[in-house]
T-cell receptor
């Protein structure tokens, strides 16, 4: 029974490049959440998606960040023109329905050089 | 503003000791989860509490949700080195949708 899968586990990008982080939810889960953990800070909510819909993006930076969860395939968190401040661990979580327990993936560690 | 404050921030104890971690807020939560996170990994869900006053036990771990659903505690009996890790509480705010608000974390180290 596979858990939440994220890839890549580690990603290095130069300033100005694009970063694409992928998340496959647990089997049977149709709700996906993205969180960011900055160095020396706690986990912060970014965005909540269901298939083909963004439900809550109140934690997403206004520029350069976007997320999608297409009908087929994994959820994608996209960061355009990365800056050093984007270096962090990005975690995806999934749940079976809304208001249900969230299970986390292993995370993608993004390093911007 | 940090909605969920955990204490203590760091805890180093000997194997066999008991400990309690606290998670406090001035806000009401519809549910509260406890997670444990190892270095380089994602948080692993330990328990969910939803009813004020609820107590749940998971082997040597006891979780309690405050009557007013504003606070929670995690008690570990006879700690073992395998309990070492970062303990995080996370809550869903009443009326706040599905996003989780995470606590500041408690780093526990259990030594032989």
């Amino acid at each position: 029974n596979a858990g939440v899968m994220q890839n890549p586990r580690h990603l290095v990008r130069r300033r100005g490049q694009e970063a694409r982080l992928r998340c496959s939810p647990m089997k049977g889960h149709s709700h996906v959440y993205w969180y960011r953990q900055l160095p020396e800070e706690g986990l912060k909510f970014m965005v909540y998606l269901q298939k083909e819909n963004i439900i809550d993006e109140s934690g997403m930076p206004k520029e350069r960040f976007s997320a999608e969860f297409p009908k087929e395939g994994p959820s994608i968190l996209r960061i355009q023109q990365v800056v050093r401040g984007d270096s962090a661990a990005y975690f995806c979580a999934s749940s079976r329905t809304h208001n249900y327990e969230q299970y986390f993936g292993p995370g993608t560690r993004l390093t911007v050089t | 503003t940090q909605l969920l404050e955990q204490s203590p921030q760091f805890l180093s104890i000997q194997e066999g000791e008991n400990l309690t971690v606290y998670c406090n807020s001035s806000s009401v939560f519809s549910s509260l989860q406890w997670y444990r996170q190892e270095p380089g990994e994602g948080p692993v869900l330990l328990v969910t509490v939803v009813t004020g006053g609820e107590v749940k036990k998971l082997k040597r771990l006891t979780f309690q949700f405050g009557d007013a659903r504003k606070d929670s505690s995690l008690h570990i009996t006879a700690a073992q080195p395998g309990d070492t890790g970062l303990y995080l509480c996370a809550g869903g705010l009443t009326g706040g949708g599905n996003k989780l608000t995470f606590g500041t974390g408690t780093q526990l180290k259990v030594e032989l």
